[in-house]
Every structure is written in structure tokens, then in C-alpha cells.
């Protein structure tokens, strides 16, 4: 199917459904969207309210017991019994206060998890972004060499005709055409995959983005306040945090555990024209109930507090050598583009050959090579902006 006619299909189905976005005028506003139209994001939020229910179950004592006994007495002069018995139970009174902090603790926690596979989509759709913040430059970039090319070919045909040119600059010129219309379409092929992708992330909504420049970022800090920025911002690493503190409550918890449970209930009996009734009051003493637990949450401990550790290693490499592979770039991006500005010599080329001045193979050499070289900054730019992106995480 022709491109164009796929892309036309999209935009008539996105305005029959009445819940597109209009062409942006910045990622900031696609990613708005996402953030409301992403249904992995929707669903994360009941997640997160079905979760912190789950957390405050089990903070009340136990439900009561009732029990009632009916005995047939054998003789039947002894008569029969009767009895009724309804009895709490409650765990060691510091424990409820625990309990509660747990529940808050894990509430908090879930939030944050929440948040990183939020952040995660949002980045994957900020990177697809400026994807086709470069596709769409290069749209234009290949359209103008496709255009270049079919003068070309027209112009090598008129002189072929005049009897002034060869069949070999034609079959040239036609061969760079053709060269020129394949990479328009392969580059037209990615600009629809990644739009899909964007629409898939935005819940199935079809997106219209059309940006070709990429925005303005603010001045990068030293590479010490990103690191902090991180570190504090970071929904992975609080989250792990919060996982050490629920483990170290655990282990509180589980200590209390050990001391006796307690039990307070009413008692009635009945016995021909006897009637008893009374209070009772017990104690369980819990020997080999929880004997390991409190080991094994000493362990889970360790190994949260291994896993904060590994991952501020990882964080910390992560960020040096984004912000390292930043500065590179960026060094790299303003000296060739100031080199660029200086061989761009297109039209002194199309000049020269229109004169004789150069031969069509002398002609193509140079357009290439300077096609190769434009082609290769063009993605250092968007290398750039990606590692930008991928700095800037933790404000997503």
C-alpha cells in the first residue's frame, strides 16, 4: 500500500474517533497524553488502591470465637449439660502499632513502583519521539535529494536527446534517482513504525507528530548534581529503600510475635437447675510457631540492603558514562556541523556540471560523499538528544 495513503488512512480514522492529538507543537504534550491515555499507566493507578486495601487487612485482632456444647448425661438422672463460650484473642499490644506502620510503609512503596513503570513508559515514548523528530528532518532532507535527483535525470535526458550527452550519465542520474526514492520510502517506512508505536503507548489513540526539530534542553549541571538528582528522584531506588525499611519492620514485628498471645472471653454452664457463668482468660506461649522467621527476615534484610547498594553502583556508572558519552557528542555535533557549513557546495556543484566545469562521476562523488557526511551528523544529533533524554529520566 502506498505510504502516503496509509498515513492518510490514520489521520481519517484518528478524526472519526475524536480523541487525537492535534499536530504538537513539543514532546511535552504527547507525553501528557500518554500519561492519561496509556493503559498500562490507567490500570497501574487501581493497582495501586487494590494493593494499599491488601495492606490494612489483618491490622484488626482476631474475629471472636463462639462456641455452644450440648451433653447428654448417661444416667439421665445426672441430667444434661449446656454450655456457651464466646472468646477474643489478641496478639501482644505492641504489635497492632507495627502492624499499621507496615501497612503504610507498603502503601508508599507501591506508589513508587507505580511510578518507575510509569517513568519507563513515558522515557520509551519520549525516545520514540525523537525518533521521529529525526525521521521527519529527514523527510524533508530526502525529499529535497529526490527532487535534486530528477532534475538530474531530466537534465542528462534533455542532453542526451540534443545529442549533447551519454547513456551513461543517464542510466547514472537514473540509478541515484532510484537510490534517492528508496531511502524516501524505507525512511517514510520507519516514520509509520514508530508513529504505530507511539499510538500502541497511547492506548491505541492515533497521535499526530510532525516536530522536525528538536527541543530545547536547559544547560546540563555538573555531573556531581545529576548524580544527586538521581539518587534522590529515582522511583527504582526509593522503592528499594522502602523495601529495607519494610524488611527491618518485619523483623520488629516477628520479635513481637514471640511474646504470648492473649485471650479474653465469657463462659456460661448449665447443669440441671446449676447455672455457672464467669469470665475466661488465656495465654498462648508461642514456642516453635515463628521459630525461623525472625532469621529469615533478618535475611531478607541483608540482601535489601545488597540490592540498594548494587543498584546506586549501577546508577552511578550508568549516569557518568551517559553524561561523559553527552559531552562527547556535543563537542563532536559543533565541529562538524561548523565543518558542514563549509562544504556545503551543492549548488556550486549543480553550477559546475550544468557548465561542463565537472564530470557527472566527479559531480556524484562529491554529492555522496557530502550526503554521507550530512547523514552521519544526523544521527549523532539524535544520539545526543537521546542520551539527553535518558539524563533527564528522573523529571518524566
Known sequence: MNFKLIIIINIFLALLSGNYLYPQDGINKVLKGIESNNKLIKSGADYVNAKKMEFRTGLTPYDPEVSFDYLFGTPKELGNR??????????????????????????????????????????????????????NKREIELKTRLNDAE????????????????????????????????DFELNESERIKSLNKLNDLNGGIPVIFADAEYPTQPQLPVLAEIEKRMETADPELISLDYRLKISKQEIEINKDLRLPKLSFGYRYESLLSEKFNGFHVGITLPFWENNNIVKTKELESVYALSQIDAYKTHLKFETKELFEKNEILRKILIQNKEDLSTLNNIELLKKSLLFGEISSIDYLMELTYYYSIKDKIDLLEKEFYEVQAKLYKFEL
Open 82 to 135: 449446656s454450655e456457651f463460650m464466646i472468646n477474643f484473642t489478641f496478639d501482644f499490644p505492641t504489635i497492632y502499632g507495627k502492624k499499621s506502620f507496615l501497612s503504610d510503609l507498603k502503601s508508599e512503596n507501591i506508589i513508587y513502583e507505580s511510578t518507575a513503570l510509569k517513568q519507563k513508559i513515558l522515557l520509551e515514548a519520549k525516545l520514540i519521539c525523537i525518533e521521529l523528530i529525526y525521521l
Open 151 to 182: 532534475q538530474l535525470y531530466e537534465f542528462f535526458k534533455i542532453k542526451l536527446e540534443k545529442g549533447e550527452g551519454n547513456m551513461i550519465d543517464v542510466n547514472k542520474a537514473k540509478l541515484q534517482m532510484m537510490n534517492a526514492l528508496s
